[in-house]
């Protein structure tokens, strides 16, 4: 009888496995705009921020200890791109979000993140010359026209009307925190693993949030630091950063920046979907629509 030989599984089957992870993600930062809400309606900004992040870096210590044995010494250079990831990604982008959620309702402020790929897109092809074909430039704005068409109940031209003010402003500026985040990702998982980064990047993030948190202590009363802020906070930190942010960089350092962001589109289909089943919000013919676009979308534009 001869030898049975092992099957090795496809690489698709790992591409696979990572694109399900990939959705998962989006899925859990929908959960972020009604956490961030909660928590940006009862304490200050930075605080808000550092109580994230301090769930957030207990969480992936543990993480890096448990199975990979540890944090990696940095060189000079791994020391600079993990600091400026944390510059970027944990500290402007909260301060951002946080400040978004404080003037706008989640559905609005998970619109404009929706434009994540296309600046992120723009600046990887401009940046790191990566090449976009007409297939996935297609698939990025399919993606973006269904996310318009659930956030606007339809009416697409309606939304274009609306007024930008300063909680627009701030999450514009969250997403260029993040397309930054997402393109020196490309060079920070150059000799180090997607939670190593993503360890680092949140120790130094939470070091400069706590050097502004450090001004709000005045205004700080015991009152604000209700059940709901600290389950919160659990949630931003545990599943909106520690496992979020793994899984996305394990995107970045496998298939790309351009085509891992494209997957942000569906951050506000989701944001819709937890709408319907958790706050009993209507689910309309539009958010049916444009969910089924969006997935379209991100399918065509991360196509190999």
């Known amino acids: 009888?001869?030898?049975?030989?092992?099957?090795?599984?496809?690489?698709?089957?790992?591409?696979?496995s990572l694109y399900a992870r990939l959705v998962c993600v989006p899925a859990i930062w929908g959960g972020t705009f009604i956490a961030g809400r909660v928590v940006a309606l009862h304490v200050p900004l930075a605080t808000g921020s550092v109580l994230r992040y301090v769930v957030a870096c207990i969480a992936l210590l543990l993480a890096a200890w448990w199975l990979e044995g540890g944090l990696p010494r940095l060189t000079r250079r791994q020391m600079a791109v993990t600091f400026a990831l944390g510059a970027t990604g944990i500290f402007a982008y909260n301060l951002?979000?946080?400040?978004?959620?404080?003037?706008?309702?989640a559905s609005r402020t998970s619109l404009i993140i929706a434009l994540n790929p296309a600046v992120t897109i723009a600046l990887a092809s401009v940046l790191l010359h990566e090449r976009l074909n007409a297939r996935r430039w297609a698939g990025v704005v399919l993606a973006l026209a269904g996310v318009w068409i659930v956030i606007s109940r339809g009416e697409v031209t309606a939304a274009l009307g609306q007024a930008v003010g300063i909680g627009e402003a701030l999450?514009?500026?969250?997403?260029?925190?993040?397309?930054a985040y997402t393109l020196i990702g490309r060079v920070a998982l150059k000799g180090l693993t997607p939670l190593a980064a993503t360890t680092y990047a949140s120790l130094w993030g939470c070091l400069l949030l706590a050097g502004v948190a450090a001004f709000e202590l005045p205004s700080l009363q015991l009152s604000m630091f209700t059940a709901d802020v600290g389950l919160a906070a659990l949630y931003l930190g545990v599943c909106g950063t520690a496992l979020g942010f793994v899984w996305y960089s394990q995107g970045v350092q496998r298939i790309g920046a351009a085509r891992t962001v494209v997957f942000n589109n569906l951050v506000p289909v989701f944001g819709a979907a937890f709408g319907f089943?958790?706050?009993?919000?209507?689910?309309?013919?539009?958010?049916?629509?444009?969910?089924?676009?969006a997935v379209t979308g991100v399918m065509l534009a991360s196509r190999p």
């Open 277 to 293: 089943a958790l706050l009993g919000e209507p689910l309309l013919p539009s958010m049916l629509v444009g969910g089924a676009v």
């Open 96 to 105: 951002f979000f946080l400040g978004a959620l404080s003037h706008l309702p």
């Open 1 to 16: 009888m001869s030898a049975v030989l092992p099957v090795t599984p496809p690489a698709s089957a790992g591409l696979w």
């Open 171 to 179: 999450m514009f500026g969250g997403v260029c925190s993040w397309a």
